[in-house]
């Protein structure tokens, strides 16, 4: 009886999750196009002119997250002048990708920059958050000619002390993972979701209608959750190869980072010794400011990016 009881709530939270994912998936179509590259097929979003001047601009999210938490406070607004692209990195959002071992920095980079070639972009000005700090210093290092300049915000770039949490271990285990992400990871989301974004946004309130608008409860969707922990246990082992290498990128970045304290990323662990290390990087720390750089300080990072952009035209016309 206790065998047959076990069963029937397993096959109950399974059940639970499809049609959670299922409405999940209603509320936040995609808006873009998917494009296929090799070990995937990403979803893209591209807006504003096609021929603005200057190079078009990539806006890559962080960890548990999809181009729309990009989109609001930046992409829409850079629109006006500038070709933007939104991405979502393989295997979050509506992006796909064959393998989950498929993880680092290292591999995404190429998918989008594969991503990018097919839709006839040469260099670009990369605009990064978070986990996807690490990712554009990657693309920066294997691919210099294809990334024009950095715009990093909050961005992961060296190792840290500890691990990725927990239960991201456990979700990155086979079998073990793979039944909780299928079971009781989207209830139990579900309930601690809002909990979670404030912590994020710690010391700065979360803006109204933030989860509606940024899609994130599309995390919560098994392979996406497991591809987002997968994400996070392997990101320490891969900056620790590319760190050493950081003074090798010859492109412009700008790095924006709060001081407050930021329990997701630290900005003395990581921009600062970047600043320090990348011949052209320059680093604006804001005062009282936690992880999400571009929500609290949208004004600024546009500012930034819109000033490298135009800094870049000529230097895009002259490899013309």
Known sequence: MLVLIVVLAVAGLVLATQVGSAMIERAFPPQGRLVDVAGGRLHVVELGPQDAAGPPIVLLHGASSNLRVMQHPLGERLAR??????????????????RVEDSTPEIQGRMIIEALGKLGVGRALVVAHSWAGALALRMALDQPDRVAGLVLLAPVAYPWRGGAGRYNNVISTPLI????????????????AEAGVRGVFAPQPVPADFLRDSATLLLLRPREFIANARDLVTLKAAVIAQAPRYAEIKAPISIIAGDAIDKTVSTAIHSRPLAATAPNAKLTVLPGVGHMVQQVAADLVLSETETMAGRLVPQMVTAQ
């Open 177 to 192: 993972g793979p039944l909780l992400a299928h079971t009781i990871t989207l209830p139990l989301g579900w309930l601690v």
């Open 81 to 98: 002048n500038h070709r933007v692209i939104l991405i979502d990195r393989p295997g979050h959002g509506w992006s796909t990708r064959d």
